[in-house]
């Protein structure tokens, strides 16, 4: 039965990820701006120059915080990770607001999460008793963020390569449950985390942009993502903005990463 009183939005948190282009955090509050829709509360960028990671987060609204070219020039690099909140776990305070942070020993990671954690609270004793991990927000997409950097150290690859960080990834399908999204950047590329369970579409493609006579032209390439463990077909993407406003997401990555599913 439709509620006349239930006047607002039903979508929860959206997520956005680009790899590889010099206006990597440009493209990522316009994408953003476009998912506005999905969160009201906060909004973050984080980016990566190739040496060092850079991060931007407020509360309120995507143009209230990115909106100025100051803003996006504290936000260098081909390769970024958006997020626009709207909490379902977690108050709406400035250390919840994402993309998440952490250094690693094999160099810094972020993480742009949408969905819930069904075991996060089951998660956060197992790692403080057997990871010896202490989780610092009420936050279940800092679960994730630890989970992974975990199953990535089990790994002891230092200079991790694609190879190391799927199987990390296919560790956090192993740990989490419930249904959830996200957008990841580590040193060597951005990538994507979907469970089996997610309900919100999430289009993953590549985009290669080639100069042509001083004209960009834009080589888009279709992919498969990793859902639950199982390779999926990616859908044929359409204009950056229909794509922003319809999905979850819209994130490229280097064709070569993908092949490491």
């Known amino acids: ?46 980016s990566f120059d190739g040496k060092e990671f850079f991060a931007r987060r407020g509360l309120g609204h995507v143009a209230e915080n990115f909106s100025s070219g100051a803003a996006l020039a504290e936000l260098p690099g081909e390769m970024a990770a958006g997020h626009v909140r709207y909490s379902t776990a977690g108050g709406t305070i400035l250390r919840n607001v994402q ?44 679960v994730l963020l630890n989970v992974f950097a975990h199953e990535l150290q089990q790994l002891r690859a230092h200079e991790p390569e694609p190879e190391d960080i799927f199987a990390a990834v296919r560790g956090v399908h192993r740990r989490c449950r419930g249904a959830y999204a996200a957008v990841a950047m580590i040193m060597v590329l951005v990538f994507t985390i979907i469970s089996a369970l997610i309900v919100v579409p999430m289009l993953t493609y590549a985009m290669t942009v080639l100069r042509v006579n001083s004209v960009s032209v834009e080589k888009r390439e279709d992919l498969e993502a990793v859902r639950g463990g199982a390779r999926v077909a990616v859908s044929d993407p359409v204009a950056l903005f229909q794509t922003c406003t319809s999905q979850s997401s819209f994130a490229t990555l280097p064709t070569p990463a993908v092949d490491s599913f």
């Open 99 to 142: 993309p998440l942070f952490a250094e690693l020993d094999s160099g810094g990671f972020a993480v742009a999460h949408n969905g819930n954690l069904t075991n996060a609270e089951a998660l956060k004793q197992e790692m403080f008793r057997l990871d010896l991990r202490h989780i610092n927000t009420n936050s279940d997409s800092e």
């Open 1 to 46: 039965v439709f509620e006349m009183t239930d006047d607002h939005f039903h979508d929860e948190c959206g997520v956005f990820g680009i790899y590889n282009h010099p206006e990597a955090a440009n493209l990522t509050y316009l994408g953003l701006y476009a998912l506005q829709h999905r969160g009201q509360e906060a909004c973050g960028i984080v």
